[in-house]
């Protein structure tokens, strides 16, 4: 079975997505260029994935990876904004340059809360980068601001590129809208 044939429609295809991480990278670079000390780039599994694979290597400046995993109860697919750490970083972040990277940007809530928890770690300057912004699902709550944003989207049910629908179809290479009848049961 072809994880293609049930998309509805390609939003942003591999070329675009190709595209963009590179300036993304470009952008990080020149805007970390002066300071000389790395840069930790933290992950959130498990969406984030290709998304930080893809980026780090357009990133021209010392990195050092880290991985969190969260779990954000809620109803359905709404985020609550409470947290629970399944994994932590591994190394400290204290009176380091941390970007964060995300794959998408929903209700917010889920970094407000991370973003809070890692500021009261010391990081010298806390940055978050992602690939997609749904800005029309933003929670009242949620009090980010998002410094690198690879594409704003509408209020649609994507995939692909690491995003999942029950743990499927992270593995596409581009992101799409799924078919409705595919989550519709
Ligand atoms: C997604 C995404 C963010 C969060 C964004 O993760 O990677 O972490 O939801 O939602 P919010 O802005 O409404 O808080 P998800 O919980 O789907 O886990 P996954 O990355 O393992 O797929």
Known sequence: M??????????????????????????????????PEPL????????????????????????????????????????????????????????????????????GLTLTFLRNNLITRGAKSLKICTLLDKPERRNPNSTITVDYRGFVIPNEFVVGYGLDYDEKYRNLPEVGVLKPEIYAD
């Not at 994880?3 to 390609?10: A, C, G, N, R, T």
């Not at 295809?13 to 470009?26: F, H, T």
């Not at 969406?47 to 954000?72: E, N, Q, T, W």
């Not at 709404?78 to 209700?107: A, Y």
């Open 2 to 35: 072809k994880l293609h044939e049930d998309l509805e429609k390609v939003l942003i295809s591999e070329e675009e997505i190709k595209r963009r991480v590179a300036e993304m990278g470009r952008q990080i670079t020149e805007d970390y260029k002066d300071d």
């Open 40 to 107: 930790v780039l933290v992950c959130i599994l498990k969406g984030s994935v290709v998304f930080y694979a893809d980026l780090l290597r357009a990133i021209d400046h010392d990195c050092r990876l880290d991985f969190m995993i969260v779990k954000s109860y809620g109803a359905g697919r709404e985020s609550s904004g409470n947290v629970q750490f399944v994994k932590d970083l591994s190394e400290s972040i204290t009176g380091k340059h941390v970007l964060i990277v995300e794959d998408i940007i929903d209700s």
